[in-house]
């Protein structure tokens, strides 16, 4: 079912929209009630945000943490089950992208601003104010930081953009389904998908990609802001950032117009190709000694102390620390998998299920470590072992902790000019490639939409962003990601399942099969194999 009038479809007609009514109308009409009231309400609603905010991680974090280790268990089992040899869109398919394309697009993604945000923020943080450290500032708080800060950016977040993006692949490139969530479901609910069950799906992930991608829009422009202050002398303020927002959302808006080709993908690398100049520069004139040591190190801790603080539920310690941080964390990188795992599952056709796994589970989270041992490990060295301040600056600004850190270099001017275009490159890039998926969500699966509707989404995104940080700040961009990854969260249990049923009965694309156990004269066959009338399952 899609509802269409005058610019282009997928058969080139002309037409002004291809989108799915009741998904795309009710989606856009609850996140733009949101907004309104966001902004109706102003400063009032401030409040509000946080006794929501800790209502959930109080009440559901348990929920939480069980959920991101099942998942996590779930992409190893699939990698290494008979499943892995899998050829994503048949045994001829052909990737798309090269390795190293690839790899640009899925980690610009799947972290980018967030990382520049905390990956000096986090570690100090950590290190003065620890549950795990009756003594801030010591070697084992600095320990503890790191294990925190790997266990928040490591193998969890990644497993769940694993799934996603392994049973939109799976469901459209080898079993002919739309490019769309509910798609994932079909082993499940069967021709239900085409009712209010699979509509909702959809509606779910359409809103908790657009609440996950703003926040990290209002995280990446406050640092923006904070950086511009750094450097120039800008006022940091919420007029500035609201400003800010929309100059770098024309700027992504321009970006998904142009394409996945020729806007995004050359986006990633050149976000690459800056935040490793800004990596390198900081390894070689940082502490490269203790830094090359830390990573071994850290690596180490994090896998011995894995299952505990992969389980950790502040049980015994009846305490919060952990709602404002892993809680919010698993909500976030919740919030983000429909949009992360929809554009890698776009862009990850012609891999096998092994190396999909391999390569969106294992790498990037090895490339994540190495960035934030470069640069926490060198903010903990100068607080440890050099002139300190780095840890004070944060508690008063978390914002600014990066550029802190850059002064504490040579040439920190050239350097701070390069953390804030790294940070706006990051920030276009998943403003563009969030647009991207919500459209194709939005519009029943079609991989190239109309350019009119990526504009909406990347507009209404901007607004988003803004609406939330004029409303509470930093507390409202936490609230409205935990908020809407929780009823995610459990549409991702069931997606796990509906991935093993349909790998299971998979026999191959273009093939057919004779189930002899419980029909023995029915002839199954899979939706690729004849016409899409014959399909058991059609989406509409």
Known sequence: ?????????????????????????????????????????????????????????????????????????????????????????????????????????????????????????????????????????????????????????GLHPWSVYALVGLSLAFFSFNKGYPLTIRSAFVPLLGDKVNGPLGYAVDISATVATLFGVATSLGVGVQQVN??????????????????????????????????????????????????????????????????????????????????????????????????GWTVFYWGWWIGWSPFVGMFIARISKGRTIREFIAGVLLVPTLVTFVWITVFGNSALYIDMFGGGGIAKAVQENVPVSLFVLLEHFPFSSVTSVLGILVVISFFVTSSDSGSLVIDIITANGNQDPPIPQRVFWALLEGGVAAALLYGGGLIALQTATIASGLPFAIILLFMAYSLLKGLKDYSGPQQFYIDTEKKPKKVSITPKAFPAKRRRHKIR
Not at 54 to 62: A, F, V
Not at 251 to 269: F, H, M, P, Q
Not at 306 to 321: A, P
């Open 1 to 153: 079912m899609s509802s269409s009038s005058n610019l282009t479809n997928r058969d080139g007609a002309k037409l002004k929209f291809d989108v799915h009514p009741y998904i795309f109308f009710i989606s856009a009409g609850l996140i733009i009630l949101l907004v309104a009231l966001t902004i109706y309400l102003g400063k009032d609603i401030k409040d509000f945000f946080g006794i929501i905010q800790t209502g959930i991680s109080t009440y559901t974090g348990w929920f939480f943490v069980l959920t991101m280790n099942i998942i996590l268990v779930s992409t190893f089992l699939f990698m290494f089950s008979r499943f892995g040899d899998i050829r994503l869109g048949g045994d001829n398919a052909v990737p798309e992208f090269s390795m190293i394309g690839w790899f640009a697009m899925l980690f610009s993604a799947g972290m980018g601003i967030g990382l520049l945000f905390y990956g000096v923020a986090e570690p100090m943080f950590h290190f003065i104010s620890s549950p795990f450290s009756d003594t801030p500032g010591s070697p084992e708080a600095a320990r503890r930081a790191m294990d925190f800060t790997f266990l928040h950016w």
């Open 226 to 323: 904070a950086g511009l202050f750094h450097v120039f002398g800008i006022p940091q303020t919420t007029h500035v950032q609201l400003i800010l927002i929309c100059v770098i959302t024309l700027i992504a808006t321009y970006s998904v117009v142009s394409g996945l080709d020729a806007g995004i993908r050359r986006l990633s690398e050149l976000n690459i190709s800056l935040a490793f100049l800004l990596l390198l520069f900081v390894l070689l004139l940082g502490p490269t000694l203790f830094i090359l040591n830390a990573l071994v190190e850290n690596i180490g801790i994090y896998l011995q102390n894995f299952m505990q603080l992969s389980t950790w539920n502040e049980t015994y310690e009846n305490s919060s620390w952990q709602n």
